[in-house]
């Protein structure tokens, strides 16, 4: 998941201000708009300390196993909502996805955070090449779906927050930035 340290400074500061506004949104939402906008916080800031650069923080071998924890807890949430409806789904496979990456990354011979850019040197990194190859094009037409339906709606502003909080397109458009920012740590599994 670390590719050169641009390019993870820039997956960190994209999911990092992901989080940012979801706490925001979340603030200024109520019910099952606010859960949804908590999710997908823990998902943006979980996202963003994954990416840290190497450079910066070369996490212990531990880190994954509490990574994978945070998410497998995410995901039984997830689950669980499922069954109240909703749109969980891809709560569900965000957080499966993130677990995904985490066990992949915490298994024995991996090389854990330095997996995905020395995978070119030393043989392919971990993970499952076909269940990578899914999430893969699950989220290549989540981003292509999610783009073209990002089209400013006028609406009255509702909730406590600012205006712009309340806003349907920025929920859309936070999903659509995590989704941008997991193809980018899938492609370097």
């Known amino acids: ?48 300390v994954m990416a840290l650069p190497a450079a910066v923080l070369t996490p212990p071998g531990w880190s994954w196993t509490v990574y994978a924890a945070v998410f497998g807890g995410a995901t039984l949430h997830a689950l669980t909502a499922i069954r109240h409806g909703g749109h969980h789904l891809h709560h569900l496979i965000g957080s499966l996805a993130m677990l995904y990456m985490a066990v992949a990354m ?58 712009w909080a309340t806003r349907p397109e920025l929920a859309l458009a936070c999903r659509l930035a995590m989704a941008l920012g997991m193809l980018a740590m899938l492609v370097t599994l």
């Open 1 to 48: 998941m670390y590719g050169p340290a641009l390019s993870g400074w820039l997956l960190v500061a994209l999911c990092a201000a992901t989080g940012l506004s979801c706490l925001l949104r979340m603030r200024a939402s109520g019910g099952a708009e606010r859960r949804a906008a908590g999710g997908e916080a823990v998902m943006g800031f979980g996202m963003a």
């Open 106 to 163: 915490a298994a024995p011979g991996s090389s854990g955070a330095h997996a995905g850019h020395t995978a070119a040197v030393t043989g392919p990194a971990g993970g499952i090449p076909v269940l990578t190859g899914a999430l893969l094009l699950y989220y290549v037409a989540y981003v292509l779906r999610a783009g073209t339906r990002l089209v400013p709606v006028a609406t009255a502003a509702r909730g406590p927050g600012p205006a």
